[in-house]
């Protein structure tokens, strides 16, 4: 049997393989729908993998969102989340929030700063200081797109060696990271 996947907020990026879905009728994808919207029109548990590719930051509620992420992903599924860090979440206009390493902490039952109602196990995390190359490739110059993506992978090789340190301490020595990734299992009980 095949694995389900589902890519929450495309845009002009669909993915082989997915369910492609965005509020744009414009990019084509699988199934038109608001993600500010619930529920999703998905049943329970139908997917196996869902990843949100710099989506979270644009909606109303990332919390609600992420609930019901969990509701249509089965159990042990994986979740994949790339959003703005913080520390450069607000260089877009349309962008409502930035991140940082303590999301993972509200989908965990003990704690106490407010557990959302909904567990992820996080099984991976990492901050990029140059993301979105697909996009990225289209409007810098090559070499300029090269050399940033050379200086990225350096800095995201220290950066991820500690990134709460990184995080917390330097991410403004190198002009902040544009992403944070979250690789989540979702947990369910019974």
Not at 4 to 21: A, D, M, T
Request: aromatic share 18%.
């Amino acid at each position: 049997m095949k694995c389900k996947r589902l890519n929450l907020g495309c845009g002009r990026f669909p993915k082989k393989g997915f369910i492609n879905v965005d509020v744009d009728p414009e990019v084509q994808p699988d199934v038109i729908h608001d993600l500010n919207v619930f529920p999703y029109p998905f049943r329970d548990n139908e997917f196996e993998w869902v990843e949100a590719n710099h989506v979270l930051e644009h909606l109303d509620d990332p919390f609600r969102a992420m609930k019901e992420i969990h509701r249509i992903t089965r159990p042990g599924g994986i979740v994949v989340i790339r959003v703005p860090h913080f520390s450069r979440g607000f260089t877009n206009p349309d962008h409502k929030r930035g991140f940082d390493i303590t999301f993972p902490y509200y989908f965990r039952k003990d704690f106490l700063g407010g557990y959302v109602g909904v567990e992820y196990r996080l099984e991976r995390m990492r901050l990029r200081w140059f993301a979105q190359p697909y996009l990225k490739k289209h409007y810098l110059p090559k070499w300029q797109f090269w050399l940033a993506r050379i200086a990225g992978s350096i800095l995201d090789f220290l950066a991820n060696l500690s990134p709460e340190l990184c995080s917390r301490v330097w991410c403004y020595w190198v002009g902040g990271f544009e992403e944070i990734e979250f690789w989540f299992r979702v947990v369910k009980e019974g």
